[in-house]
């Protein structure tokens, strides 16, 4: 009965941080894609996750071309201690550090892909049901996807009315996927729970 208690609760912290790299990748993405730093859900999310991040930008300085390395550091190190801490309690020994830099990278990208998942089926839902939506959210989910779809709609045009490019992204993702994040979390030696697959 413990050691289900132990696992349980091991299992929900695992899925907290997750939650909390997933909030932080979101960050990522949405400086990546210069979506407006003023909405409240951006707000919201630089919130959040300031503190994790805060640590890392004295040193790595502000934002390089798009690209906030404090956000990336932070998450990888979150995932890192995460990996260890929670093999430590779950008596597996101190993994190797190469394993667990491996299942960190991998967690960014499984995380990263989720965002991209999500905000594509977002997406295609308000073109259908709102294709001129103001809300703060859907604005957002706009403004992240454009970067990606944006090379997509130049080789593959609409036909008519149907637009087969967020298809094309979803073949892509789920390619991505399956090859680079599976291939680095067997390389990673840890369970896919951990990387969050």
Request: aromatic share 8%; no cysteine.
């Amino acid at each position: 009965m413990g050691s289900q208690l132990g696992s349980a609760g091991l299992l929900l912290v695992n899925t907290l941080i997750n939650i909390y790299l997933f909030l932080l990748m979101l960050r990522f993405l949405l400086q990546a894609s210069r979506a407006d730093y003023y909405n409240p859900i951006s707000q919201s999310v630089v919130k959040i996750t300031q503190p994790a991040v805060r640590p890392f930008q004295g040193f790595l300085g502000p934002v390089m071309n798009r690209f906030d390395l404090a956000t990336l550091a932070a998450g990888f190190v979150l995932k890192a201690v995460s990996i260890v801490v929670i093999l430590q309690v779950a008596g597996f020994g101190m993994p190797p550090l190469v394993g667990v830099a491996i299942g960190s990278v991998a967690a960014l990208a499984n995380a990263i892909l989720k965002i991209y998942f999500f905000a594509l089926i977002v997406m295609i839902i308000l073109s259908w049901v709102a294709p001129n939506a103001s809300h703060p959210g859907a604005l957002l989910v706009m403004q992240l996807v454009e970067p990606i779809m944006t090379p997509l709609r130049r080789v593959i045009p609409p036909l008519g009315m149907i637009d087969l490019s967020p298809i094309v992204a979803f073949i892509a993702i789920s390619i991505i996927d399956g090859i680079v994040v599976g291939s680095l979390t067997r390389a990673a030696g840890v369970s896919g729970a951990l990387v969050g697959l």
